[in-house]
């Protein structure tokens, strides 16, 4: 089973319309997540890190719920230039390091 | 430049060849990342470094894999005997610490590596 698993998407969404990505990971050891952002033929960057209380960054919100190991990225208001592949990122708890996990990606195109 | 620098940005080569791949971190980043990332696919931990020793190697997929930082800062991955299963784009990472504190993974633009 994999660490990080995603809907793979693609999720096809108007201008202006709100959309979530979800995400579930199996390491009950994962002490921190995050989300990355990964336009076409580029590197992934960093969206945003998703904290235990949930977190808002503009028009991002993440959720967190740690007994479900369930993470999720709401985007309101989209636009177009949020079309990318959002990446849902966790570390791998493990005592060796810190390696992060990255799951497949979520496809998002936003259009006119 | 004053981001992650990747050489060659694309390589090919053919089935059963040695390839070597570089990384050239942000300055003063302790932590380097490798992955590498197929079509269709999220990146994929290969290997991880703290200073000049690898903390998490286990991610490499075999014994063909490996990679070195000797002085801390630019690291080489070395594939021997390569495969056709082997061609994806390679990335690099680096963070200035531990990124669970922080986070932020700064990416190279990778290395693209086409096996024939």
């Known amino acids: 089973r994999k660490e990080v698993e995603q809907d793979p998407g693609p999720f096809n969404v108007p201008e202006g319309a709100t959309v979530a990505f979800n995400c579930t990971y199996s390491?009950?050891?994962?002490?921190?997540f995050f989300w990355y952002r990964q336009d076409c033929r580029k590197e992934p960057k960093l969206l945003m890190s998703?904290?235990?209380s949930g977190n808002e960054d503009g028009r991002f919100t993440a959720q967190l719920n740690r007994a479900s190991q369930y993470i999720s990225l709401l985007i309101r208001d989209s636009k177009l230039s949020d079309s990318a592949t959002y990446l849902c990122?966790?570390?791998?708890?493990?005592?060796?390091?810190?390696?992060?996990?990255f799951g497949k990606g979520t496809s998002l195109l936003v259009t006119p | 430049g004053a981001g992650v620098s990747q050489t060659p940005s694309n390589k090919v080569t053919e089935k059963g060849k040695y390839v070597e791949l570089r990384c050239d971190p942000i300055?003063?980043?302790?932590?380097l990342y490798w992955y590498r990332q197929s079509l269709g696919q999220g990146p994929e931990f290969l290997i991880y470094?703290?200073?000049?020793?690898?903390?998490?190697d286990s991610g490499l997929p075999n014994d063909r894999f490996f990679a070195v930082r000797p002085e801390g800062s630019v690291s080489t991955l070395k594939i021997q005997r390569t495969e056709r299963g082997d061609s994806a784009v390679y990335l690099c990472?680096?963070?200035?610490?531990?990124?669970?504190?922080?986070?932020?993974?700064?990416f190279g633009e990778g290395s693209r590596l086409t096996v024939l």
């Open positions: 990472a680096s963070s200035l610490i531990l990124p669970e504190y922080t986070g932020e993974l700064f």
């Open positions: 390491n009950s050891a994962s002490q921190s």
């Open positions: 998703v904290y235990s």
């Open positions: 990122v966790v570390t791998s708890g493990s005592n060796s390091g810190y390696a992060l996990n």
């Open positions: 300055s003063g980043h302790t932590a």
């Open positions: 470094f703290q200073g000049t020793g690898a903390a998490d």
